[in-house]
């Protein structure tokens, strides 16, 4: 497995590999993996002859009070970790590599609509930040493919928005979110939980399963389920930022005969802000 920093490094590989016919797959990641991100890689194979890691830490999707200062960096330790992978490339570039103008002069890719409800009103610029990044990485990849896991669901919506948008030939897969065996999903902010908070922490998937057992059971009381469910992560101790019931395939708002549904939720416990979701077909 190889190791680059640089955009001329990178495209003298990808021209190798198009000089051999051979298909890229991209997983994008801002590092610290875990096992969800490595399922990723090996659902990447299973698309392509070549898989790319991207680990960068994305200044412009962190809001003013986020954590963009102590988000963990683990380089040396994600390297390892993909050694056991299917993994070709490891691409770790700096901030100049993918701004070349500078984080303040760079041009931005937007999406409106599905931007601006849930995590997009939760954390203004956000999205703006995820889009104009994975741009930039499809761009210096040029992938054939690229993997994205289903923890982060309207990320993948909006991301998937892009590309059809703007007719970028690369094909957007989504990988089942990898959970721990108590069913928190896994996430490198798992990290910010204390021992008693992580003890909590599985509350929100069960939360969320039991609203999908509701719904597959004929309710359809929507705002009901929703107002219910978030008075259960209260008092569970979480601090709630959105518990939803919306239509899987664009976030609206769904009506009495919608057959494919997803309950997403965002909530915070101490320092450690927690997504989850999943799909329900009724």
């Known amino acids: 497995m190889k190791v680059v920093h640089s955009k001329e490094e990178l495209g003298e ?7 051999n016919d051979e298909h890229v797959a991209l997983v994008p990641t801002m590092g610290s993996l875990h096992a969800g991100h490595l399922s990723l890689v090996e659902l990447a194979r299973e698309h392509a002859e070549r898989v ?17 200062d102590e988000y963990p960096r683990t380089l040396e330790l994600d390297k390892r970790r993909l050694k056991t992978t299917a993994a070709d490339l490891i691409f ?3 901030v100049a590599t993918v701004y070349p103008l500078g984080v303040e002069n760079a041009t931005t890719v937007s999406v409106p609509g599905l931007t601006e409800n849930f995590c997009g009103a939760s954390r203004p610029g956000h999205f703006d930040g995820v889009t104009t990044v994975v741009a930039r990485l499809f761009a210096l990849v040029q992938p054939d493919v690229a ?3 289903q923890k ?3 990320q993948q919506l909006v991301i998937r928005h892009m590309a059809e948008d703007m007719n970028l030939p690369v094909s ?6 990898v959970r721990e065996e108590d069913g928190l999903a896994m996430s490198s902010r798992n990290a910010y939980l204390s021992d008693d908070e992580r003890a909590i922490a599985p ?12 719904l597959q059971n004929g309710r359809r ?16 101790g979480f601090t709630v930022d959105y518990f939803a019931i919306r239509r899987a395939q664009n976030l609206e708002v769904p009506d009495r005969d919608c057959d494919e549904l997803v309950v997403l939720a965002a909530a915070a416990l101490g320092s450690a802000r927690l997504i989850d979701n999943i799909v329900v077909t009724v």
């Open 152 to 154: 982060d669901y309207q």
């Open 52 to 68: 790319v890691v991207s680990i960068f830490v994305n200044p412009t999707q962190f809001g003013e009070a986020e954590d963009f």
């Open 172 to 177: 957007i897969i989504t990988a089942n979110t």
């Open 13 to 19: 590989q990808i021209a190798e590999w198009r000089h």
């Open 203 to 214: 509350v929100l998937f069960k939360t969320l399963g039991a609203v999908g057992q509701e």
């Open 92 to 94: 770790a570039p700096d």
């Open 147 to 149: 993997v994205f896991g």
């Open 221 to 236: 009381n929507f705002a009901d389920l929703e107002s219910k469910a978030m008075e259960e992560l209260r008092e569970a």
